[in-house]
């Protein structure tokens, strides 16, 4: 009987590492996309009710700001890790959603500044937030043009490939950090900044660890 290898297949224990790995990361999305979910928009929520105890205008930028790094990023990245052409679509859709909303959380900061007469991008917390938007809106247009699945120009290039992975991840550690220190400007209390601080980091571990090496 002629093996696997042989027969111009991989090694069983190989090829079952890498399904036991897809299987992983799929039973990971499953048990956290909706806990994600739901810390993402509880603190959404908190942060847009926190400076005024109501709805005003700069509300919105706490709110789609954190929505877009929290619960829409971390699934994005989650689902990636799944693999698949319909995981990879779900991937981009969350992303290109997760713009829109920086965009709109930008400009209601802008705004509101204008509106109080006071100084842009006068703390780290802003440049760091203006550097994460513009690495984000990069990257989507970088996926959108070149890596698509479907029509992607570069979608064959390990050097693009390599270039989103890792630009995509220094784009999320960015705008979680962005996220924790509007936090902790809003909320100086330590044991409520624990509340968010730990999940996060917890979630930014999940994200960021690199694979386990094939034995």
Not at 90 to 100: D, I, K, M, P
Not at 144 to 150: A, E, I, N, R
Request: net charge positive; proline share 5%.
């Amino acid at each position: 009987q002629q093996s696997s290898v042989a027969m111009g297949g991989e090694p069983g224990a190989a090829a079952a590492s890498k399904m036991s790995a897809r299987e992983r990361h799929a039973a990971t999305y499953a048990r956290l996309r909706a806990p994600v979910a739901v810390f993402g928009l509880v603190a959404a929520a908190y942060l847009a009710w926190l400076p005024a105890r109501t709805w005003v205008w700069f509300s919105g930028h706490p709110f789609t700001m954190t929505l877009a790094a929290v619960p829409l990023a971390v699934n994005a990245a989650l689902v990636k890790k799944v693999g698949g052409f319909d995981n990879t679509v779900l991937h981009g859709n969350l992303l290109s959603l997760a713009v829109f909303l920086m965009l709109v959380g930008f400009y209601v900061i802008y705004e509101n500044k204008e509106r109080m007469n006071k100084e842009h991008y006068a703390t780290w917390h802003a440049w760091i937030g203006l550097v994460a938007i513009g690495g984000f809106l990069g990257s989507a247009c970088l996926a959108f043009v070149g890596l698509h699945p479907q029509y992607g120009a570069l979608k064959t290039s390990q050097a693009v490939r390599f270039l989103h992975r890792w630009g995509g991840r220094s784009n999320l550690v960015l705008a979680w950090v962005a996220c924790a220190t509007g936090f902790v400007k809003l909320q100086p209390d330590p044991s409520i900044q624990a509340l968010f601080a730990v999940p996060l980091a917890y979630l930014a571990w999940v994200v960021l660890r690199p694979a386990p090496a094939a034995k």
